[in-house]
Nanobody
Framework: QAQFVESGGGLVQPGGSLRLSCAAS????????MGWYRQAPGKQRDLVAV???????NYVDSVKGRFTISRDNAKNTVYLQMNSLKPEDTALYYC????????WGQGTQVTVSS
């Protein structure tokens, strides 16, 4: 079962940027669609962005134009560049394949606050 290790979160002011990274344990990473998900306190975990195995991307409307998902298949790593961050982006961020499996990592906390 694949395992994921997320990193790069932190506390940032509104308008700031962060770059999240996710290292996947399986060498077949390059065969799968990958997604970034987030879960705000008291809410369900939602998909934020998806990238296909050959780099086609898709985003939820709330992050379009601000977030960029990318992947490095040689490193089994997926990234999420987050710009123009807003307080409503505050959440625990996870990566997983898309559609997701039950194999979730610990996530990385992103807090946007002044």
């Amino acid at each position: 079962q694949a395992q994921f290790v997320e990193s790069g979160g932190g506390l940032v002011q509104p308008g700031g940027s962060l770059r999240l990274s996710c290292a996947a344990s399986r060498s077949i990473f390059n065969l799968y669609y990958m997604g970034w998900y987030r879960q705000a306190p008291g809410k369900q975990r939602d998909l934020v962005a998806v990238i296909t195995s050959n780099g086609v991307t898709n985003y939820v409307d709330s992050v379009k134009g601000r977030f960029t998902i990318s992947r490095d298949n040689a490193k089994n790593t997926v990234y999420l560049q987050m710009n123009s961050l807003k307080p409503e982006d505050t959440a625990l961020y996870y990566c997983n394949v898309y559609p997701s499996t039950d194999s979730w990592g610990q996530g990385t906390q992103v807090t946007v606050s002044s």
